[in-house]
């Protein structure tokens, strides 16, 4: 039964690795069940319930999960993914000002456009069509941005008429105890400390208590209900340009944020063949954009495959059995929103800012001599935490990439996919 259902093979694979690979995987990943609402506690003046979000989360890593395990057969976590949830509240809702609902229609049609293109091949070809560098940029440029909403959101990043930003009062309040969440939970990373960023969430909590920052309602208690979110869509912008904007930027992220998870975790896990190619991947790609619709419905942003779950392929899982009990710890951890949802902003500053660490890493395979690719790749980072925005990095650094090379006579390096999405970009500044 486990053979048919998961891929285990009882001749190669050991039920107690997979279940102890399941368990790492959850433990390195469920930070996103203290963040996600945290995150989406900014849209709490537009009707967006927190406690739904902490369900809605929950859900969505369930199934998507399970999806994994049962159809894909691999041994890899999914959640609402860090990144994109940025994305969908500062962007989408709080900076070009459309409501949530609006945005969670967005992510139904991202997810069903994903099912298409990874039913059809299409996906690769769009792949193939933008430069390596900027799809590496991309990653390092939402790595700062979650980062600096982290700092934002402590107080140790703090507004300055002058100069914009400055250092916020770091020796008081939640400035001070995001700093020490920081320091604990990079030492907790730094000694290899298994759930490290789990464990820095609860124990900057627990610090907070005797500072009056943290207040703890309960532990266990019967799931928030979902229905304040649930299937709650706004089509009446489903044919504007902001629309196609916001759907093309939330299939762009996904689908390279899934590309780079799964080849480098399968790589990880001995599953890529010599000649490159890896067995069952459109069916984990299919995995992913079956989670983001389910995400979607649900009443959270885009659902993806978690990096973290290289955690549980080191620790020897190779099959949809680690992947089912990671669903299954997600299942159990339904009942604790009283403690996830006690999280205070300052103590997911630590996870934001080392999440926004480990997303800078495609940074080093940027060729920085090369600067018609360096320069596109540098505005596309630095675009991100300096508009606010993920998708102004990501119009501006195709815009540039187009430009620069054009003016250079670098044709070569041109597709007609990036010649035709410059000139939409360029066309969305100008009348929008």
Same mark, same amino acid.
């Given at each position: 039964?486990?053979?048919?259902? #998961?891929?285990?093979?009882?001749?190669?694979?050991?039920?107690?690795?997979?279940?102890?690979?399941?368990?790492?995987? #959850?433990?390195?990943?469920?930070?996103?069940?203290?963040?996600?609402?945290?995150?989406?506690?900014?849209?709490?003046?537009?009707?967006?319930?927190?406690?739904? @979000?902490?369900?809605?989360?929950?859900?969505?890593?369930?199934?998507?999960?399970?999806?994994?395990?049962?159809?894909?057969?691999?041994?890899?976590?999914?959640?609402?993914?860090?990144?994109?949830?940025?994305?969908?509240?500062?962007?989408?809702?709080?900076?070009?000002?459309?409501?949530?609902?609006?945005?969670?229609?967005?992510?139904?049609?991202?997810?069903?456009?994903?099912?298409?293109?990874?039913?059809?091949?299409?996906?690769?070809?769009?792949?193939?069509?933008?430069?390596?560098?900027?799809?590496?940029?991309?990653?390092?440029?939402?790595?700062?941005?979650?980062?600096?909403?982290?700092?934002?959101?402590?107080?140790?990043?703090?507004?300055?008429?002058?100069?914009?930003?400055?250092?916020?009062?770091?020796?008081?309040?939640?400035?001070?105890?995001?700093?020490?969440?920081?320091?604990?939970?990079?030492?907790?990373?730094?000694?290899?400390?298994?759930?490290?960023?789990?464990?820095?969430?609860?124990?900057?909590?627990?610090?907070?208590?005797?500072?009056?920052?943290?207040?703890?309602?309960?532990? @266990?208690?019967?799931?928030?209900? @979902?229905?304040?979110?649930?299937?709650?869509?706004?089509?009446?912008?489903?044919?504007?340009?902001?629309?196609?904007?916001?759907?093309?930027?939330?299939?762009?992220?996904?689908?390279?944020?899934?590309?780079?998870?799964?080849?480098?975790? =399968?790589?990880?896990?001995?599953?890529?063949?010599?000649?490159?190619?890896?067995?069952?991947?459109?069916?984990?790609?299919?995995?992913?954009?079956?989670?983001?619709?389910?995400?979607?419905?649900?009443?959270?942003?885009?659902?993806?495959?978690?990096?973290?779950?290289?955690?549980?392929?080191?620790?020897?899982?190779?099959?949809?059995?680690?992947?089912?009990?990671?669903?299954?710890?997600?299942?159990?951890?339904?009942?604790?929103?009283?403690?996830?949802?006690?999280?205070?902003?300052?103590?997911?500053?630590?996870?934001?800012?080392?999440?926004?660490?480990?997303?800078?890493?495609?940074?080093?395979?940027?060729?920085?001599?090369?600067?018609?690719?360096?320069?596109?790749?540098?505005?596309?980072?630095?675009?991100?935490?300096?508009?606010?925005?993920?998708?102004?990095?990501?119009?501006?650094?195709?815009?540039?990439?187009?430009?620069?090379?054009? =003016?250079?006579?670098?044709?070569?390096?041109?597709?007609?996919?990036?010649?035709?999405?410059?000139?939409?970009?360029?066309?969305?500044?100008?009348?929008?």
């Amino acid at each position: 039964m486990l053979q048919k259902l #998961f891929g285990f093979d009882p001749a190669q694979n050991k039920l107690k690795t997979e279940v102890a690979a399941g368990i790492t995987t #959850f433990l390195t990943m469920a930070y996103i069940l203290a963040v996600n609402p945290n995150i989406f506690s900014h849209l709490a003046a537009q009707g967006m319930d927190t406690h739904a @979000v902490f369900t809605a989360t929950v859900l969505a890593a369930i199934v998507g999960t399970l999806v994994m395990a049962v159809y894909a057969k691999k041994p890899f976590g999914l959640a609402p993914g860090m990144g994109l949830n940025a994305f969908f509240v500062f962007t989408v809702c709080l900076t070009m000002g459309y409501p949530w609902q609006m945005a969670l229609t967005a992510v139904l049609i991202e997810g069903f456009i994903f099912i298409i293109l990874s039913a059809t091949g299409i996906r690769s070809m769009m792949v193939d069509a933008i430069p390596a560098s900027l799809k590496r940029a991309i990653g390092a440029g939402i790595g700062l941005f979650i980062a600096f909403i982290g700092l934002k959101n402590a107080g140790i990043v703090a507004a300055n008429e002058a100069t914009f930003v400055t250092i916020g009062k770091i020796t008081e309040g939640s400035a001070l105890l995001g700093v020490i969440g920081i320091i604990l939970t990079s030492v907790l990373v730094i000694k290899k400390v298994p759930g490290n960023l789990l464990i820095g969430i609860l124990a900057t909590t627990l610090i907070g208590i005797p500072m009056g920052i943290t207040e703890i309602h309960g532990l @266990v208690d019967v799931p928030p209900s @979902v229905s304040p979110i649930f299937c709650q869509f706004d089509f009446s912008k489903v044919f504007s340009i902001d629309m196609v904007i916001i759907v093309f930027t939330f299939l762009f992220i996904d689908m390279f944020d899934t590309m780079g998870t799964l080849v480098g975790v =399968c790589t990880k896990a001995g599953m890529m063949k010599p000649d490159g190619r890896i067995h069952g991947l459109n069916k984990a790609f299919m995995a992913d954009a079956v989670a983001t619709v389910a995400g979607a419905c649900f009443g959270t942003s885009t659902t993806t495959t978690y990096v973290e779950s290289a955690s549980g392929v080191a620790q020897g899982g190779r099959t949809g059995l680690t992947a089912f009990i990671t669903a299954m710890c997600f299942l159990v951890a339904l009942f604790f929103a009283p403690l996830f949802l006690s999280v205070p902003s300052a103590a997911t500053t630590p996870v934001l800012v080392i999440v926004g660490l480990y997303m800078m890493s495609p940074i080093k395979d940027i060729d920085l001599n090369d600067y018609a690719e360096s320069i596109p790749a540098f505005i596309t980072i630095i675009m991100m935490p300096l508009t606010y925005s993920i998708s102004d990095g990501i119009l501006c650094g195709m815009i540039s990439y187009v430009a620069i090379n054009a =003016c250079c006579g670098n044709f070569k390096r041109l597709s007609i996919t990036m010649w035709v999405l410059a000139i939409l970009f360029v066309l969305k500044y100008i009348f929008i």
